[in-house]
């Protein structure tokens, strides 16, 4: 039997689009991670306006306040003690955004760090027709591992942070809309 292809040649093409099929789908991983980031820093922001309006309620003792954070009625007082524990209650939510935000800043890095990684291989790859070592394709299979592993957590977070933003927006809405009748209640 004559082989008209050297296996090794087959094996190495097969790798390199494996490899660019993997450097699209981390770019693509990375580029929902960006996504998710930008959503969690507008909740954070969000959560600092709800914060910084309760802050103003509760200095204002001459406003009436309306149950959309205590279960108030509209025509009762605000209670400064539920204004005040709310106030801390966001404020220990914003400590934790901020600190997602933080945690998703470094995660980041290290998905473009790994996307770098891979476009490196792929340009070793598409300039040298040398065989890997043993031990450097088990690294680059272990962080195309990774990569998709990580591919699936950013997708599954992404969606779950979408569907929470939905409803933290309604809630945003609800709110600014009970805070204008409160105003017209006042005047």
Request: hydrophobic share 30%; charged share 35%; proline share 1%.
């Amino acid at each position: 039997l004559t082989q008209i292809e050297d296996p090794r040649e087959q094996w190495r093409r097969e790798q390199e689009r494996m490899l660019k099929e993997y450097l699209i789908v981390a770019q693509e991983a990375l580029n929902a991670k960006k996504e998710i980031y930008q959503i969690k820093q507008q909740r954070f922001e969000l959560a600092q306006e709800e914060y910084q309006q309760l802050h103003r309620m509760c200095e204002d003792d001459t406003r009436s306040y309306t149950g959309s954070f205590s279960g108030y009625s509209a025509n009762t007082k605000y209670d400064p003690y539920q204004i005040k524990a709310e106030i801390a209650s966001r404020r220990d939510r914003l400590s934790r955004l901020k600190r997602e935000l933080t945690q998703m800043k470094q995660e980041l890095q290290y998905k473009e760090k790994g996307v770098e990684t891979l476009q490196e291989i792929d340009r070793k790859m598409s300039s040298a027709h040398t065989n890997y070592k043993l031990d450097e394709a088990q690294a680059i299979m272990s962080e195309l591992r990774t990569i998709k592993k990580a591919i699936c957590t950013g997708e599954k977070e992404r969606r779950d942070l979408m569907q929470d933003s939905v409803s933290k927006e309604a809630h945003i809405h609800r709110f600014l809309g009970l805070e204008h009748i409160i105003g017209e209640d006042t005047v």
